[in-house]
């Protein structure tokens, strides 16, 4: 989810599609997946409503309606980025058709939406205007960059490890204690993993950060338990998170 989130945000900072698409835009209220979208949308399955709209979008030039569609139905869904985006691709077919001024006031609702989901709320979202808002998504992009550049780093890491060689049923020597840099013993915490939840997450939520040197060290520490940085044990597991 992150991912697709950070995704819309690059599109909703990109900007626009190419004008030239407008020129040749069908009928999609006429298309038998956007009549299926509003069945959908009436017996209140609202995400089978939006994939029916998506696929007028993906199919279709100039789909404005099934783009108002999805933004309604992304906004009902809490997900605040991709209504933005829908709602402007909406505007930008159709800016001077009678329901825009209603769409600018949904992109403000979903920005809204938006600033309210952000960790630690550091401004109501009244508080803010677009070009506010502009700017912290592209603050958003150029951090969401450094992660996947660290992330990157990370993963060459892993590759150069080279894992133990499997036992041959003789009993283990006993394995030294582990101790911290400055040669104390190592101390540990207990964390159950919950639904949701991966490396990164965890590491943000005890340590407040997502490093490579903490994701590391989580691994580390449960390689009885774990595979890769990717295989999480499942709900309910206990693992041991280093202090």
Same mark, same amino acid.
């Given at each position: 989810?992150?991912?697709?989130?950070?995704?819309?945000?690059?599109?909703?900072?990109?900007?626009?599609?190419?004008?030239?698409?407008?020129?040749?835009?069908?009928? !999609?209220?006429?298309?038998?997946?956007?009549?299926?979208? +509003?069945?959908?949308?009436?017996?209140?399955?609202?995400?089978?409503?939006?994939?029916?709209?998506?696929?007028?979008?993906?199919?279709?030039?100039?789909?404005?309606?099934?783009?108002?569609?999805?933004? *309604?139905?992304?906004?009902?869904?809490?997900?605040?980025?991709?209504?933005?985006?829908?709602? #402007?691709q909406y505007i930008r077919m159709k800016p001077t058709s009678e329901q825009s001024n209603l769409v600018r006031?949904?992109? =403000?609702?979903?920005?809204?939406?938006?600033? +309210? =989901?952000?960790? $630690? *709320?550091?401004?109501?979202?009244?508080?803010? $205007?677009?070009?506010?808002?502009?700017?912290?998504?592209?603050?958003?992009?150029?951090?969401?960059?450094?992660?996947?550049?660290?992330?990157?780093?990370?993963?060459?890491?892993?590759?150069?490890?080279?894992?133990?060689? =499997?036992?041959?049923?003789?009993?283990?020597?006993?394995?030294?204690?582990?101790?911290?840099? !400055?040669?104390?013993?190592? @101390?540990?915490?207990?964390?159950?993993?919950?639904?949701? !939840?991966?490396?990164?997450?965890?590491? @943000?939520?005890?340590?407040?950060?997502?490093?490579?040197? *903490?994701?590391?060290?989580?691994?580390?520490? #449960? @390689?009885? =338990?774990?595979?890769?940085?990717?295989?999480?044990?499942?709900?309910?597991?206990?693992?041991?998170?280093?202090?």
């Amino acid at each position: 989810m992150v991912r697709a989130a950070f995704v819309f945000m690059v599109l909703l900072l990109v900007g626009c599609e190419d004008g030239s698409r407008a020129d040749s835009r069908t009928l !999609d209220v006429e298309d038998e997946d956007f009549r299926q979208g +509003q069945n959908f949308y009436k017996s209140g399955e609202v995400r089978k409503a939006l994939e029916c709209y998506l696929k007028v979008i993906d199919k279709r030039k100039g789909a404005a309606e099934s783009n108002l569609e999805a933004g *309604r139905m992304y906004l009902e869904l809490e997900d605040p980025l991709p209504a933005i985006y829908h709602f #402007n691709q909406y505007i930008r077919m159709k800016p001077t058709s009678e329901q825009s001024n209603l769409v600018r006031q949904l992109i =403000k609702t979903a920005e809204k939406q938006f600033m +309210q =989901k952000l960790p $630690g *709320r550091p401004m109501e979202p009244d508080a803010l $205007g677009g070009s506010d808002l502009n700017a912290k998504l592209r603050n958003l992009q150029s951090e969401n960059e450094k992660l996947k550049r660290e992330l990157a780093d990370y993963n060459r890491t892993q590759k150069g490890l080279v894992l133990p060689p =499997k036992t041959t049923g003789e009993k283990p020597a006993d394995k030294p204690a582990a101790t911290t840099e !400055d040669g104390k013993p190592q @101390r540990f915490r207990q964390y159950k993993v919950a639904k949701g !939840d991966n490396l990164s997450s965890i590491a @943000r939520k005890i340590y407040g950060e997502a490093s490579p040197t *903490r994701i590391s060290a989580i691994y580390n520490a #449960n @390689r009885d =338990k774990m595979t890769s940085v990717n295989s999480l044990p499942k709900i309910g597991t206990v693992i041991l998170l280093p202090e």
